[in-house]
């Protein structure tokens, strides 16, 4: 029994140009659906309007976020955290990442990070920084411990080297609750420094 192979086709000039043109083309629809994608992200990341409503950030809600925390870090004679709308867009985005399922997990991104979230629709900026700094009597400087209970957010606000932070609020969908995230730069919280 012979077996039948398929004809060859000869490679002419004509071939080899049609084969160029057809690479030159599949690596120019490549480059520029690239190109395309980075400047989606490039936008999405650079405009705070296309990831937040003109209110996320307006002043008054900065300083809802940012008011107790710097209250905390003066009382220790901590220079003031500085609103940082960089921040402020990565908390955003991971905000509303959380929107779905609204879980307390954190986003493992590059900056220290608080998260909060509260049953219903009611909660504000204010409200989450001041549960995080009422973890401060939990906290023994002596020890850097926290006497069995959770004091991480606390010395996460007070951290020396942390300068500069960015908020965000979502609200949850099928009513899931209020989901509150900031993040801080440089990060916090090693373990085995105290935080001032």
């Known amino acids: ?13 004509n071939t080899s140009y049609y084969l160029s ?17 980075f400047a989606f992200f490039f936008t999405l990341l650079t405009s705070t309007n296309a990831i937040t409503n003109k209110n996320q950030f307006n002043k008054n809600v900065i300083n809802d976020f940012i008011s107790i925390q710097n209250q905390a870090r003066a009382a220790l004679h901590m220079p003031p955290l500085v609103w940082d709308t960089r921040l402020a867009r990565y908390a955003d985005l991971y905000a509303r990442e959380r929107r779905q399922d609204c879980l307390l997990k954190h986003s ?17 900026p204010t409200q989450a920084a001041a549960a995080w700094v009422a973890e401060r009597r939990w906290y023994t400087y002596g020890s850097n411990s926290c006497n069995g209970q959770e004091c991480g957010h606390y010395t996460q606000i ?39």
């Open 1 to 13: 029994m012979q077996v039948a192979y398929p004809k060859k086709i000869p490679i002419t000039e």
């Open 21 to 37: 043109m057809r690479l030159s083309l599949i690596t120019f629809a490549f480059l520029r659906l690239s190109l395309i994608t």
């Open 108 to 124: 493992n991104g590059p900056y220290g990070e608080n998260i909060f979230w509260g049953s219903g629709n009611g909660w504000n």
């Open 158 to 196: 007070i951290w020396k080297e942390s300068r500069r932070v960015g908020c965000a609020r979502v609200t949850c969908f099928q009513g899931r609750g209020v989901f509150m995230i900031c993040n801080y730069d440089p990060p916090g919280n090693y373990v085995g420094e105290k935080p001032y």
